[in-house]
């Protein structure tokens, strides 16, 4: 296998962190293609707990050379605190490279992201505040600012004063807003500037050439499916697109040169933020996920929703990215809840339904229709072969196999890197 696409299954949060990480030591390069640090990836080494937000979480592997792709949104702050970090933890960035052509979160982005979500009420999305919204606005207006704009100082500075003067505008008169000072934009820019250029590259030659030497590439995906801007719950979405299609544009990488493509899929489900979520249990089941999932936002602390795995939206994720292999997370968190239930249809109005709905007023009405499946009380901590498994956490995977049609071929136990039940591998 030399090219792998990875992308989160559901609504983002699945333990995609933990599985690049298994995967990354196997691969040269891991590359990410969208997002920003609206993205949360934990991984877990030997009791020591990274968090990456921006930076591919291949990095731990000092073999592994790491690309922010093009297709991503890179504030270059929250970049060097990420860096900062990592040093001081002792991990190497040398092999880190940022595509000149990403594009760039300006200090007005979080601020417009707040005052949107403001300015809706109670219709607000609920989203991470990071500015990543307003930046892909600003790319696709025309008007957006790339990384590689940090090494031209007089177009930055030209080119801000025109930005600017629109985004003042707006910020004053629609919002009541304080302006941006243009100087003090500057000022911090190129103090970035500095510190960023050894990691600024044209990425074309370096994933290019990885192809051309049947170098073993992974592309990180952020986010999840059900989040896409175009396949989502929209407008309860973000602003990229995290799936197959959205790792392709983002990397520079065609088509035809991708080997397999992984799902990452928690076995139950989660999602931060507003908007449809078929499955959610609002009761004392759901608590009992969200503590012993541990299921409180990476990057803003916030209580995720939880509610039973949705076979409607797993199926829809195979069948538009191109899912041949399957990574079920978090199965250790179901010991001890019985019986275990699974939506396989959905009935909206009388309606049947066997994937997610376009029109999303449709789910006020929406009655997902489960299957019950026996539970288990025993921990799945220590399994490290199938057969290790309780036999009804072994049916219960092999349900979902069998809703998704596609192979479960690992199985997470717990978060650290040991935690796992590899069936076949993948790279
Ligand atoms: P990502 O955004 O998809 O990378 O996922 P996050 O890192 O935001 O959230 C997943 C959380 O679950 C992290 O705290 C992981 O350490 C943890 N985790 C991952 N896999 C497992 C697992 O199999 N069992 C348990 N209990 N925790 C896991
Ligand atoms: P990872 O990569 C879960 C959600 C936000 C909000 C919506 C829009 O860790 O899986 P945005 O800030 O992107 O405009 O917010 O998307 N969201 C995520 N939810 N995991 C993520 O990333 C997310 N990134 C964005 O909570 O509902
Ligand atoms: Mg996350």
């Known amino acids: 296998m030399s090219v792998t696409i990875l992308v989160g299954g559901q609504w983002g949060d699945e333990g995609k962190g933990k599985v690049i990480d298994l995967l990354a030591d196997g691969v040269d390069m891991v590359v990410r293609s969208q997002g920003g640090n609206n993205a949360g990836h934990t991984v877990v080494s030997e009791g020591r707990e990274f968090r990456f937000q921006l930076i591919p979480s291949g990095i731990l592997y000092p ?21 900062d970090t990592l040093r001081s933890q002792g991990i190497s960035t040398d092999n880190l490279f940022i595509s000149d052509r990403a594009h760039m979160v300006m200090p007005y982005h979080p601020a417009l992201d707040k005052l949107g979500e403001h300015q809706r009420g109670d219709d607000r999305l609920g989203t991470t505040a990071r500015g990543i919204g307003p930046c892909y606005e600003d790319k696709v207006r025309r008007i957006g600012f790339r990384i590689g704009d940090l090494q031209k100082p007089l177009f930055m500075a030209k080119k801000l004063a025109f930005v600017l003067r629109l985004k003042n505008e707006t910020l004053t008169r629609l919002y009541d ?12 820019y190129m103090g970035y500037a500095e510190r960023l250029d050894r990691y600024i590259r044209d990425i074309y030659p370096v994933v290019q050439g990885a192809l ?4 073993r590439i992974l592309l990180e995906g952020a986010q999840g499916v059900m989040l896409d801007i175009d396949l989502g719950t929209y407008p309860y979405v973000t ?15 065609p088509p035809s040169r991708i080997d397999r493509t992984v799902g990452v899929f928690k076995a139950y489900a989660t999602r931060v933020g507003y908007g449809p ?12 996920l969200r503590e012993h999932g541990g299921e409180y936002g990476t990057v803003t602390g916030r209580a995720r929703r939880t509610g039973w795995f949705d076979a409607n ?8 990215n191109g899912i041949d292999s399957i990574v079920v997370t978090k199965l250790d968190v179901l010991s001890g809840l019985d019986p275990l239930r699974i939506a396989v249809a959905y009935d909206s109005k009388g309606e049947a339904w066997d994937h997610p709905i376009a029109n999303i ?4 009405h929406c009655e997902p229709q489960y299957v019950e499946m026996p539970g288990w009380t025993e921990s799945l901590r220590d ?7 309780p036999a009804n956490a072994q049916a219960y995977v092999t349900r979902l196999e069998e809703l998704c049609a596609a192979s479960v071929d690992v199985i997470s136990v717990g978060p650290d890197r040991q935690h796992t039940i590899v069936r076949r591998p993948i790279v």
Do not use: W
């Open 63 to 83: 073999q592994v050379t790491c690309v922010i792709g093009h297709g991503m949104v890179v504030d270059p702050g929250a970049f060097l605190r990420e860096l």
């Open 177 to 188: 807003h304080d302006p941006f000072d243009e100087k003090a934009i500057l000022d911090e």
């Open 212 to 215: 051309a030497q049947n170098r």
């Open 239 to 253: 602003s990229s697109a995290p799936t197959a299609g959205g790792s392709l544009t983002g990397s520079g990488i």
């Open 277 to 288: 979520f078929p499955t959610e249990l609002t009761d004392s089941l759901g608590e009992y």
């Open 313 to 320: 939206v797993a199926r829809y994720s195979v069948n538009t």
């Open 361 to 364: 007023s449709h789910y006020k």
């Open 383 to 389: 399994c490290r072969r199938f057969e290790d498994l």
